[in-house]
């Protein structure tokens, strides 16, 4: 077999290579030869642990070989890492008073933002002290004399909010306030902090400036504060006054809707999203993009059993995908309608659908949904074959400007002998020469063995009065295997109309000559 040929040197080539040992090992799977493909499924494994799709493959194998207690062992471990791979988001729990889930407790855990204009600080430990809107660092030298300090917290029992103090007040408060264990040096974490920095390093930080913006910062902090509790307890005199952290919400414009209440209360745990795909639904892909239909197919039968409540628009993707490789028209096209009910802004089911019904000559409803597939903004993977197919249909229908526009497309993304050579035919029949020429010489390149593109370099030079060429054309499109009738046919046509052009048409086969 060929395919096994080829995956042996592969593998003998490079003995790290997974998708090698994969695909050998699965040849291996189907021939009956148990214990070599073993051997290549455990290489894989152990030369990617953390691959899912391996993991599963070789679950698969245990499977077709009759193991099942293996067979769960690596399902198992395929799932976990399908999970662990997968991406999560988490609802930010929400800090409220009275100590609710999420908001972390505890002395050396305590830490509170506060955002006054553009600035933050964040007040925490001493020892792991950070000021955000001051760009000051512990052990670090300040970035700016400038910088602004800000505090949700009062840092003296009787401070007022409209009184100024001085260098001197601010000292004397930072050595008096004594260590209070039910606030944990919340309280003293910033005059520390200053009065350290102070007599670490004075020729940088110029104290006053830093004491007097952090004093005024705290008074109107504090009459935010003030304020917003009076506003509320104004409008609903039921309410008891807002806590701490309450107050700290309302004084930097926040608001915390019940909703938001409530997902703080979640365990983030809960809110972790499941992968988009199982590890079943990502192997069969896999499986039918190397054409292992076998293990695609039993890969898609195990996820048809997961609870998940039905067949999603994926797996019905795949399991189109699997009947078309099948060739069984019918059932792809019925999967992927159904598919399109799931999801309507599915490229993938469109492009898919497309390919169907092309393939059973119904270009009509074919080109409503390659139509459809090339106006979302994701495209499909093989949007490639979308363009050359569309192109077509409109070169059937006798649109040429669209078809030249299609071709062009798929020029952009993967130039090749038929991209060129639908420019060339979508140019020739718009009536430009010059441009038909230059996209069928640049088919010619890519492939000098296409008998089309031969048959219309010898209408373009017969056009341009070129009948040296045109013979020589002519010759190599015979040569290559000239059978289109059509074409042909216009090649006798255009001969007899401008007789002066010495075609020999004797060379042209009597069993696809046109009369």
Not at 275 to 303: C, I, Q, R, W
């Amino acid at each position: 077999d060929k395919s096994e040929q080829c995956f042996r040197e592969a593998v003998a080539l490079d003995q790290r290579m997974v998708p090698g040992l994969l695909l050998y090992g699965m040849v291996c799977c189907l021939d009956e030869r148990y214990s070599e493909a073993e051997h290549f499924f455990e290489m894989a494994t152990t030369t990617e642990p953390e691959n899912a799709i391996a993991w599963t493959m070789r679950g698969l194998y245990y499977e077709h070989s009759g193991n099942g207690i293996y067979e769960d062992m690596c399902f198992q471990e395929a799932s976990k890492l399908n999970l662990d791979h997968a991406p999560r988001t988490f609802i930010a729990p929400q800090a409220t008073a009275g100590g609710r889930k999420g908001v972390p407790q505890g002395p050396g855990t305590q830490s509170k933002t506060s955002v006054l204009g553009k600035q933050q600080v964040s007040l925490k430990h001493p020892s792991t002290t950070s000021i955000v809107g001051g760009a000051l660092e512990e052990g670090s030298a300040p970035q700016t004399q400038g910088a602004v300090v800000q505090s949700t917290k009062s840092l003296g029992g009787g401070m007022s909010s409209n009184k100024l103090h001085d260098q001197s007040t601010i000292s004397r408060q930072s050595s008096a306030v004594p260590e209070d264990h039910s606030e944990p040096q919340q309280a003293t974490a910033v005059p520390e902090l200053v009065g350290t920095l102070a007599h670490e390093d004075k020729s940088k930080v110029s104290t006053q400036l830093l004491n007097e913006s952090l004093t005024r910062t705290t008074a109107e902090q504090k009459g935010l504060e003030c304020a917003s509790q009076k506003s509320i307890h104004a409008d609903n005199p039921d309410r008891p006054p807002a806590g701490p952290e309450q107050a700290h919400r309302l004084a930097d414009g926040s608001v915390v809707s019940m909703a938001s209440r409530q997902s703080g209360n979640r365990d983030p745990a809960e809110s972790q999203t499941r992968p988009t795909a199982s590890n079943f639904l990502v192997t069969a892909s896999y499986l039918l993009d190397v054409h292992a239909l076998k293990f695609g197919e039993m890969s898609l039968a195990h996820d048809l059993t997961l609870p998940s409540g039905g067949p999603s628009p994926q797996h019905l993707v795949a399991q189109a995908r699997l009947h078309l490789h099948k060739e069984e028209w019918g059932r792809a096209e019925q999967c992927l309608r159904s598919a399109i009910e799931l999801d309507f802004q599915d490229s993938t089911a469109w492009a898919l659908l497309g390919h169907a019904l092309y393939l059973t000559e119904d270009h009509a409803s074919a080109r409503d949904a390659y139509e459809r597939t090339i106006h979302y903004v994701n495209l499909p993977a093989h949007i490639h074959a979308v363009y050359l197919r569309l192109g077509d249909i409109y070169l059937g229908e006798k649109e040429y400007e669209k078809a030249k526009e299609m071709f062009l497309h798929a020029c952009r993304r993967s130039p090749s002998s038929v991209t060129w050579r639908g420019v060339g035919i979508a140019c020739y029949r718009l009536g430009d020469v010059s441009q038909a020429e230059d996209a069928l010489c640049e088919a010619n390149l890519l492939n000098n063995l296409d008998p089309i593109v031969w048959g219309y370099l010898t209408l373009v030079c017969m056009k341009t009065e070129r009948p040296v060429e045109a013979e020589q054309a002519l010759k190599f499109a015979i040569k290559a295997g000239l059978s289109d009738p059509s074409l042909i046919g216009e090649i006798q046509d255009l001969q007899r109309a401008c007789p002066q052009l010495s075609i020999s048409l004797s060379q042209i086969p009597k069993t696809v000559e046109v009369a």
